[in-house]
C-alpha cells in the first residue's frame, strides 16, 4: 500500500519571523483551504428551506390572484386541471411503491387524463390501495400545503416538491407529459429561490397557499367527473372489480377524505381573524 502526505500550500510569514522548520513559509494544509461561496450557497439554500414567522393573513392576496386566474382564464384553468391530474398519477405511484410495487412511468394526455404504469401482483391489498390512491392525493397535498403556508413552512413545501418534480420528469413518458412536469419545476425552482426576495414580501405563502387550494377545488371537481363518467376503467370500478364492495362505496371513501381536509382548511382559514 503506497501511502502519501497530503500536498500543501506555502503561505508567507511576516517579516522578521523565523521558521523552527528552517524554511520561510508555513505549510497549510490543502483541506483546509474552504471552497470559496460553497458554504455561502448551502447556507442560502437552508435559509429557504426554514420557517419562517407565520404569514400576516392581509399579505396572502398572491392566494386570491391564482384562485381568480385559475376561473377567469380557459388557459390557466386548463394548466390547473393538468396540475391535478400530476398529483393524482404521483399519488398513485408512491402508495405503489410504498406497498412493494414497481413504478414503470406516467402520461398525461391531451384531454388530460392521466395514467400510471406500476407492476406487482394483480390481485390483493397492495393492487387495491394503489388503486384507491389516486382521487383524494390532490386534496391531501393541497391542504398540507395551504396548512403549511400559514403556518411558516411555504419554503419546505416547495423544496420539497421540487425534488419530487425532478424525480417525476425522470419517469414522464411522453413529451406532453415532460413538458408540463418541466414547466411545473421551474415555475417552483423560481418562486422557491426568488419569490420572497424580489417582491420584499411573503409571495410564496401566499402563491403556496393559492395553489394548494386550487388542488384541494380540483380534487372536488375529479370526483364529480368520475361520478358522472360511464368509463369501466374508472379506478372505483377497478377496485370494485378487485373487492367484494361496490364502485359507489369507494367513491364515497374518496368523499369523505375530501370533505375531512377541507374542515381542516376551512377551520385554519377562520382562525386566522
Given amino acids: 500500500m503506497i501511502v502519501t502526505s497530503a500536498p500543501t500550500i506555502s503561505a508567507a510569514l511576516p517579516a522578521g519571523v523565523r521558521s523552527t522548520s528552517g524554511w520561510a513559509a508555513a505549510d497549510v494544509p490543502v483541506a483546509a483551504v474552504a471552497l470559496p461561496g460553497a458554504g455561502t450557497l448551502w447556507e442560502e439554500v437552508l435559509s429557504r428551506m426554514a420557517a419562517s414567522p407565520a ?16 376561473w377567469a382564464l380557459p388557459g390557466v384553468r386548463r394548466w390547473c386541471r393538468a396540475l391535478t391530474t400530476l398529483v393524482h398519477e404521483a399519488g398513485h405511484a408512491a402508495i405503489g411503491m410504498l406497498v412493494g ?4 412511468g406516467f402520461v398525461i394526455a391531451g384531454d388530460l387524463s392521466g395514467r400510471a404504469v406500476t407492476s406487482g401482483r394483480s390481485r390483493g391489498s397492495g393492487r387495491c390501495i394503489t388503486a384507491w390512491a389516486g382521487y383524494p392525493m390532490p386534496a391531501v397535498i393541497g391542504a398540507g ?10 419554503g419546505t413545501v416547495l423544496a420539497a ?3 419530487v418534480l425532478v424525480a417525476l420528469l425522470a419517469m414522464s413518458r411522453s413529451v406532453r407529459t415532460a413538458a408540463l412536469v418541466t414547466f411545473s419545476a421551474a415555475a417552483v425552482a423560481v418562486l422557491w429561490w426568488w419569490g420572497d426576495t424580489a417582491a420584499a414580501m411573503p409571495v410564496r405563502a401566499g402563491v403556496v397557499a393559492g395553489v394548494g387550494l386550487l388542488l384541494l377545488a380540483g380534487a372536488w371537481e375529479s370526483l ?6 360511464r368509463d369501466g376503467g374508472a379506478d372505483h370500478r377497478t377496485l370494485a372489480a378487485l373487492t367484494p364492495l361496490p364502485a359507489g362505496f369507494w367513491w364515497l371513501t374518496w368523499v369523505l377524505v375530501d370533505a375531512g381536509v377541507t374542515w381542516l382548511v376551512v377551520r385554519a382559514v377562520a382562525g386566522l381573524w
Fill in 55 to 70: 404569514p400576516d393573513p392581509r399579505l396572502l392576496w398572491p392566494a386570491a390572484v391564482v384562485l381568480v386566474l385559475a
Fill in 101 to 104: 410495487r414497481r413504478f414503470h
Fill in 145 to 154: 400545503a395551504v396548512l403549511a403556508a400559514l403556518s411558516g413552512w411555504a
Fill in 161 to 163: 416538491a421540487l425534488v
Fill in 224 to 229: 364529480g367527473a368520475v361520478a358522472r363518467s
